[in-house]
Antibody
Framework: EVQLVESGGGLVQPGESLTVSCAAS??????????MNWVRQAPGKGLEWVSY????????YYADSVRGRFTISRDNARNSVYLHMNSLRDEDTAVYYC???????????WGLGTLVTVSS | QSALTQPASVSGSPGQSITISCTGT?????????VSWYQQHPGQAPKVMIY???NRPSGVSNRFSGSKSGNTASLTISGLQAEDEADYYC??????????FGGGTKVTVL
């Protein structure tokens, strides 16, 4: 059974940094088919795609809203994907979901999410 | 990248069919067949219902079907059931190598 478990969320002040993690299990994480995505959802709002990383980290994409501030990475030995967030803003407050990519940035499996709150 | 356009709400009685539209542009929905639909119940993570415009993942009821014409994709739910009441989001791959979601549609079963 595919499982994705996010962690690392919390309360931070504007301008600070935070890294959220996603631990994967139930599939061969390093398989070339399995890119990974981060998707976020602000409280009471819709879904927003954030970033994607290919299986071997050779290809990375970002949404315009986070490019230059967020960095996605993965450690295939640890079956984990990370999102390092710098210069956080109030509008980055959201539940952050990791999701396995099917192809074409279509989310096949989702974790339960981790809440990041940016507030002074 | 602007969000795809979905109706804010759609409702129907049990047993009826409803259709949710998802309108994009020639740079997203019209450019690729990488269109997905997700169902989200309150307090839960999203779940994929349709991928590649028309394909249903294993375990998803065949009451859910997808289609696309030009820059508009659609999700049809036939034989509406109480458990179908949820928020639904479409998404598409874009020419900028990003993904864009629709604003979401709240489905109410009357």
């Amino acid at each position: 059974e595919v499982q994705l478990v996010e962690s690392g969320g919390g309360l931070v002040q504007p301008g600070e940094s935070l890294t959220v993690s996603c631990a994967a299990s139930g599939f061969l994480f390093s398989n070339t088919y399995y890119g990974m995505n981060w998707v976020r959802q602000a409280p009471g709002k819709g879904l927003e795609w954030v970033s994607y990383i290919y299986a071997d980290s050779s290809t990375i994409y970002y949404a315009d809203s986070v490019r230059g501030r967020f960095t996605i990475s993965r450690d295939n030995a640890r079956n984990s994907v990370y999102l390092h967030m710098n210069s956080l803003r109030d509008e980055d407050t959201a539940v952050y979901y990791c999701a396995r990519d099917r192809r074409g940035l279509q989310m096949e499996y989702w974790g339960l999410g981790t809440l990041v709150t940016v507030s002074s | 990248q602007s969000a795809l356009t979905q109706p804010a709400s759609v409702s129907g009685s049990p047993g009826q069919s409803i259709t949710i539209s998802c309108t994009g542009t020639s740079s997203d929905v019209g450019a690729y067949d990488y269109v997905s639909w997700y169902q989200q119940h309150p307090g839960q993570a999203p779940k994929v219902m349709i991928y590649d415009v028309t394909n249903r993942p294993s375990g998803v009821s065949n009451r859910f079907s997808g289609s696309k014409s030009g820059n508009t994709a659609s999700l049809t739910i036939s034989g509406l059931q109480a458990e179908d009441e949820a928020d639904y989001y479409c998404s598409s791959f874009t020419v900028s190598n990003t993904a864009v979601f629709g604003g979401g549609t709240k489905v109410t079963v009357l």
